[in-house]
C-alpha cells in the first residue's frame, strides 16, 4: 500500500471514527466524499444479505463519468458477521438506477430491477457474483422501490408486476406471458413455500384485491377485495406489505397491510374454503410498513417507520396476534429521515436501508458523515448504536370493521416481446475484495474503493 493511500486511510479513519473500538457489523456505510450514494431496497436469505441502489459517486464507482451521474450498484454481504463479499457498479446503465431485487428461496440468486421502462432484468449468481443471465423487455412503468414487484422462483422463473399488468419471464424464452386487468395496479407480488400458487395484490381507488393463481399455469384460484383506506397507488405504496405462511399443501394464510390495518385471509383449497378476517390500530398511529413477515398463521411481525406517541421518525417492529386481539410495538435504534423497504426476520431481527449525512450514535451523539448521502443499512444485530429498545403496553385491535368479498379480477392473457441480453450486456465493473479498503471503525464500514473492470 502507497503512503498515499495509507494518509487517505488515516484520514478516513478519523473523519469515521463515531463507534467505541469494538467492531460490529451494523450499521453498514456506503458511499464516499464526491457525491451521493443510495440504497433503495435490501432482501436476505439463507445468510445472504443483498442491496441494490445508485451512486453519484465516482471514487466509488470507479469508472470516468464523472460525481453527478448516477450509476447503479448491488452489493452482498454474508456469513455471521455480514462480511463483505462482493458488489458490482454497472457503468453502462448511466443514470437508471437499480430499484428492486429478489433472492431466490434457496439463497443461490439474485435478479435486479433497473427503474427505467427499457427494463432489465439482471440475474447474478449470489455466491461469486457472476451474471447468469440478463433479460430486456419494455415496460409500461418505471420501477417503484416502495413495492415488492418481482420475484425469483427457484426453477429460474420470473414474475414482475408492472402497473395493471403482470410478467412471466422466462429468461431463456423471446416471448414472455403478459397478464393484464386494466383497472387495477399490482402493489405487490408472493409465492407460497411451495412455489405452486401466485399471490397478486392489486389496488384500485380505497379497494385491494388479493387473487390467487396456479404459479405454472396462471389458472385462477379465488380472488376477494377488501375496503382499504388509500386513494391512489402512491399512497398505498408508501404503507403495503405482505407475507404468506403455508401450513400444508393445501392450507396457507396470507396476510397484507396498510399501515396499522391488518388483513388475514386463511385459505383451505380441498374445500374451497377461504376465511378473511381484519384488526386495525383503533389509535391510527402515524406509521408506515417497511415489511412484513408472517411467523405463524396468527402470528406477524411487521417492521414500520413513522410516529408513535410522543416519539417521531423512529423504527418499530408491531407484533400482531390475531388470536389475542393485540399489537404490541417496539422501538428500535435512533432517528431516522430517510427509511426505505427491507426485510424483517423475526420480532428483534430486520435489515432496513437509510439515506442521510448524519447517523445518530445515541439521542444525544450525532455524527455527520460529510457534505453528501451515504447509504447505510441498518440493523439491531451486533449494532454500534444504541439500540433504545423499548416495547409499549399492548393495545387491543378492533376486529373485522372491514369485510372481504368475493370479486375477481378478468386477467387478459397474452405475449410479450423480451431479448436475452445476457452476451451482449456490457460487463460490470467489480468491486473486488482486493481493491476495496472496508473500514471497520467501531461498527460503521465505510467503503473507499477503487473498482476493477472484469
Known amino acids: ?186 402493489v405487490g407480488l408472493q409465492y407460497n413455500s411451495d412455489q405452486t400458487r401466485l399471490h397478486i395484490f392489486s389496488f384500485a381507488t380505497n379497494v385491494c384485491i388479493l387473487t390467487v393463481v396456479d404459479i405454472t399455469t396462471f389458472a385462477p384460484v379465488f380472488s376477494r377485495q377488501v375496503q382499504c383506506q388509500s386513494a391512489t397507488f402512491q399512497a398505498v405504496a408508501q404503507t403495503f406489505q405482505s407475507c404468506v405462511y403455508q401450513e400444508s399443501a393445501q392450507i396457507e394464510t396470507t396476510i397484507f397491510q396498510e399501515g396499522t390495518i391488518f388483513f388475514r385471509m386463511r385459505s383451505q383449497y380441498l374445500s374451497s374454503t377461504f376465511t378473511g378476517t381484519t384488526m386495525h390500530d383503533p389509535t391510527s398511529p402515524s406509521l408506515q410498513s417497511r415489511a412484513l413477515h408472517c411467523g405463524s398463521t396468527d402470528l406477524i411481525f411487521s417492521l414500520m417507520w413513522g410516529s408513535y406517541q410522543t416519539e417521531t421518525n423512529r423504527i418499530y417492529v408491531a407484533t400482531v396476534d390475531f388470536n389475542s386481539g393485540k399489537i404490541i410495538y417496539t422501538r428500535f435504534l435512533q432517528q431516522l429521515v430517510d427509511v426505505r423497504p427491507g426485510v424483517i426476520i423475526n420480532g428483534n431481527t430486520f435489515y432496513v436501508p437509510s439515506a442521510t449525512q448524519t447517523i445518530n450514535k445515541s439521542p444525544s451523539v450525532p455524527f455527520t458523515l460529510g457534505s453528501f448521502d451515504h447509504a447505510i443499512i441498518y440493523s439491531p444485530v451486533s449494532t454500534c448504536q444504541q439500540l433504545d429498545e423499548y416495547e409499549y403496553p399492548s393495545v387491543t385491535l378492533t376486529p373485522n370493521q372491514y369485510t372481504f368479498s368475493a370479486s375477481p379480477i378478468a386477467f387478459t392473457s397474452g405475449t410479450h416481446t423480451v431479448t436475452d441480453k445476457t452476451d451482449t450486456h456490457p460487463s460490470p465493473n467489480k468491486i473486488d475484495q482486493d481493491q476495496i479498503y472496508l473500514l471497520r471503525i467501531g461498527g460503521y464500514q465505510h467503503s473507499l474503493t477503487r473498482l476493477k473492470s472484469v
Request: proline content about 5%; aromatic content about 12%.
Open 1 to 186: 500500500m502507497s503512503i498515499n493511500q495509507i494518509a487517505l486511510l488515516l484520514l478516513f479513519r478519523l473523519t469515521f471514527q463515531v463507534c467505541p473500538v469494538s467492531q460490529a457489523p451494523f450499521p453498514k456505510l456506503i458511499g464516499g466524499t464526491l457525491e451521493a450514494t443510495y440504497i433503495n431496497q435490501v432482501d436476505y436469505q439463507n445468510g445472504y444479505l443483498a442491496a441494490v441502489g445508485c451512486s453519484k459517486d465516482q471514487a466509488l464507482r470507479g469508472d470516468t463519468f464523472g460525481s453527478g451521474m448516477f450509476i447503479p450498484i448491488v452489493l452482498v454481504y454474508s456469513g455471521p458477521d455480514f462480511s463483505y463479499l462482493w458488489g458490482k457498479a454497472f457503468s453502462s446503465m448511466t443514470g437508471d438506477p437499480f430499484e428492486g431485487l429478489k433472492i431466490d428461496s434457496m439463497g443461490t440468486k439474485v435478479v435486479l430491477a433497473n427503474y427505467m421502462t427499457n427494463r432489465y432484468l439482471i440475474i447474478l449468481d449470489l455466491a461469486t457474483g457472476n451474471r447468469i443471465s440478463a433479460t430486456f423487455l419494455f415496460a409500461a412503468n418505471t420501477f417503484d422501490h416502495q413495492v415488492w414487484n418481482l420475484l425469483l422462483l427457484n426453477s429460474g422463473m420470473l414474475y414482475m408486476g408492472d402497473g395493471t399488468q403482470i410478467f412471466k419471464i422466462d429468461p431463456v424464452i423471446p416471448a414472455a406471458n403478459k397478464y393484464s386487468a386494466p383497472s387495477y395496479q399490482t
